[in-house]
């Protein structure tokens, strides 16, 4: 007899605090149309958050900007703050361009020294 295997569904994503979305779109006080228009979001998402659906890290990033609250307020695992803010920043880097790059250079890496570290 023959086993068939069952596929996980692969989730995308991280996954969001339902309640705290809740509780900060709802005291905005505008209709959810109005609220995604803001957010630069449609608003299928903004319900698919309400519901305790994954977002991407830049939905998230509209998010976080627009309602004024810590990007880890949003998420159920708050640890996961760090891995959102750096695919953010690696797909903003990989499309950036070369004054872009150079400023940013600049500001994270002031002196070029060597022994220069973030630990």
Same mark, same amino acid.
């Given at each position: #007899?023959?086993?068939?295997?069952?596929?996980?569904?692969?989730?995308?994503?991280?996954?969001?605090?339902?309640?705290?979305?809740?509780?900060?779109?709802?005291?905005?006080?505008?209709?959810?149309?109005?609220?995604?228009? #803001? #957010?630069?979001?449609?608003?299928?998402?903004?319900?698919?958050?309400?519901?305790?659906?994954?977002?991407?890290?830049?939905?998230?990033?509209?998010?976080?900007?627009?309602?004024?609250?810590?990007?880890?307020?949003?998420?159920?695992?708050?640890?996961?703050?760090?891995?959102?803010?750096?695919?953010?920043?690696?797909?903003?880097?990989?499309?950036?361009?070369?004054?872009?790059?150079?400023?940013?250079?600049?500001?994270?890496?002031?002196?070029?020294?060597?022994? #220069?570290?973030?630990?």
């Amino acid at each position: #007899m023959k086993v068939e295997k069952i596929k996980k569904a692969k989730t995308r994503g991280f996954s969001v605090n339902r309640e705290n979305i809740l509780k900060y779109t709802g005291q905005t006080g505008l209709p959810i149309e109005a609220l995604a228009n #803001m #957010m630069d979001v449609n608003r299928s998402t903004i319900y698919h958050l309400q519901n305790g659906q994954n977002a991407s890290p830049e939905v998230l990033k509209n998010i976080s900007v627009f309602l004024g609250v810590p990007l880890e307020e949003l998420l159920l695992d708050k640890e996961d703050g760090v891995k959102v803010k750096k695919k953010i920043m690696e797909r903003h880097i990989s499309t950036a361009k070369k004054e872009e790059v150079e400023a940013l250079w600049t500001a994270l890496f002031p002196f070029h020294k060597k022994e #220069m570290s973030w630990k």
